[in-house]
């Protein structure tokens, strides 16, 4: 049951990034990465991380996926030309073919050449409450630090804005 | 194995009961906004199908689904059909960790009236399929290649990512009080009388403000304002496909409804204690009884949605941004601090 509903989201996460890759339509692409988020999400769930993969789906669908839709919707017309990922020429498609072979290549190399250590598992009941335990004890500093960064992107995000 | 299948079964049941009290409530809701409406601008509203009118919802659905599907030339075909089934389904989804009642025990096993409702990040599910809503409407805004259609789109998408972050500050207090995002958890905690309405008053109405923002009804119904937008990111759709953004429509508006009698009026916990009146703990009357509780309280929260809709006049877009940013969420962040001021004086 499991392993059915793993290669189902494993199915749905690669066959959609391969149109988000593929398409010529810079929409489609767009629109795809959605369904890749949720295979993604899926597959966090599957690995009993609920909480990570609902904030999976708050973070990157509801807020990060909608403002790159809101920028393909809204410039596309603006400058006058079709916005068409196809327009890449054949160098940029190699390149590209390259590091993605050695990428993928090396990840191979990772994944067979080390020895992974099978931790007995424990169901945990809830990760919420360790999650926020763990973020208001030991890593206090670096969550401070990420939100003190976040909130300095938001101020400057406004004054840029405004300056308009 | 069986246990699996049994679990299947188990869900399957609930799915179709649950699908087929949204297409019912969806008509009583189509039927009761007409005749509300119809009172109170003084008219006799629909009284031509059955008794009083009451079988015209089932006629409007009969002559959606003889229309013909008309897609615009210019539109594109795929995400034209793909959106309405994107908002249907997230309205229909949400459903899965909402609690109808509390349990049933037969035998050994114990039957929790809901499929997911004791699922520990609850409302979080909920608040992230909130956030895919949004893209069944700039879809269909967008795919229909209607000036008309974008603007209502995108107004609607951004109306709903900025109530998103009111709706999801102004709850924190519920969640600190029932130390959990668990909707089971928090109806609990609720006991009696005890509601969240009376413990977080603020709470309570930044959310209500939240949510009819969120579910696109009046007052703020600027994305299908018909005077300046014809209809909205549905012009384009006819057919069982505006049907489906009907659907969606309403039974957006009976998910907030049953939302907010779970987070604030207790759900489906009755008022007094259930031994009160003679009935057990897992038994299937209780479960009859606190279910229909829980129905009374959507119902009367869903007669409030289609009161102010036909009372508060629409607002204007600046004045909807402003409230949004300006008022609710630093109310909402104040919501927190009073919550944690209050919980650390009588803990």
């Known amino acids: 049951m499991e392993d059915l509903l793993f290669y189902l989201f494993a199915f749905v996460v690669i066959g959609s990034a391969s149109v988000v890759v593929l398409s010529k339509n810079i929409m489609y692409s767009a629109f795809s990465l959605l369904f890749t988020f949720f295979g993604v999400a899926g597959l966090y769930v599957l690995l009993f991380a609920d909480f990570v993969a609902l904030t999976q789906i708050m973070v990157y669908i509801g807020g990060i996926l909608v403002l790159i839709i809101f920028g393909v919707l809204l410039t596309t017309k603006i400058t006058g030309v079709d916005i068409k990922s196809g327009t890449t020429g054949k160098v940029q498609l190699i390149t590209a073919s390259v590091v993605v072979v050695i990428i993928a290549i090396s990840l191979i190399l990772l994944f067979t050449n080390v020895e992974w250590v099978n931790q007995e598992f424990v169901q945990p009941n809830t990760t919420i ?15 401070e630090i990420a939100a003190v960064l976040l909130l300095i992107a938001l101020v400057g995000a406004t004054l840029i804005a405004r300056r308009k | 194995m069986t246990e699996t299948l049994w679990l299947l079964i188990e869900v399957g049941v609930k799915a179709l009961f649950i699908i087929s009290m949204i297409l019912s409530a969806a008509a009583v809701l189509v039927y009761s906004e007409r005749k509300v409406s119809a009172f109170i601008q003084n008219r006799i509203g629909p009284n031509r ?99 008309y259609s974008l603007l209502g789109g995108l107004r609607s998408s951004a109306q709903m990512i900025s109530y998103e972050l009111s709706m999801g500050l102004s709850i924190i207090g519920v969640f600190m009080l029932a130390g959990s995002f668990s909707l089971n958890d928090i109806v609990l905690q609720q006991e009696g009388l005890r509601w969240n309405i009376f413990l977080q008053p603020l709470g309570f109405i930044i959310f209500l403000v939240a949510t009819f923002a969120e579910t696109n009804r009046a007052p703020f119904d600027l994305p299908e304002a018909e005077p300046e937008l014809v209809g909205g990111y549905n012009t384009e759709y006819s057919g069982m496909k505006f049907g489906m953004f009907f659907l969606a429509e309403y039974a957006n508006m009976a998910t907030a409804s049953a939302i907010i009698s779970l987070l604030y009026l207790g759900g489906w916990q009755l008022p007094f204690s259930y031994n009160l009146i003679g009935l057990e703990a897992g038994s299937v009357s209780l479960a009859i009884v606190q ?38 969420l ?5 919501n927190i601090v009073l919550t944690g001021i209050a919980m650390m004086i009588w803990g």
Request: aromatic share 16%; glycine share 8%.
């Open chain 2, 291 to 328: 279910f229909l509780c829980f129905l009374l309280k959507i119902l009367v929260l869903c007669f409030f949605f289609i009161w102010v809709r036909w009372t508060v006049p629409r607002f204007r877009y600046d004045q909807l941004m402003n409230l949004g940013w300006r008022k609710l």
């Open chain 2, 49 to 147: 199908v059955g008794p009083v009118g009451v079988l015209q919802p089932f006629a409007d659905v009969l002559k959606l689904f003889m229309k013909e599907d008309l897609v615009p030339r210019a539109a594109d075909r795929r995400f034209h059909s793909l959106a309405p089934i994107i908002s249907l389904g997230v309205a229909i989804s949400v459903y899965s960790v909402i609690p109808f009642a509390h349990y049933v025990q037969i035998g050994e096993r114990i039957i929790y009236m809901g499929i997911a409702p004791n699922v520990n990040v609850g409302y979080l599910f909920i608040l992230a399929l909130t956030s895919v809503g949004v893209y069944g409407v700039t879809l269909a805004g967008w795919s229909s290649n209607n000036k």
């Open chain 1, 129 to 143: 409450d360790s999650i926020g335990f763990a973020f208001m004890t030991k890593y206090l500093l670096p969550f």
């Open chain 2, 330 to 334: 630093p109310l909402a962040l104040l």
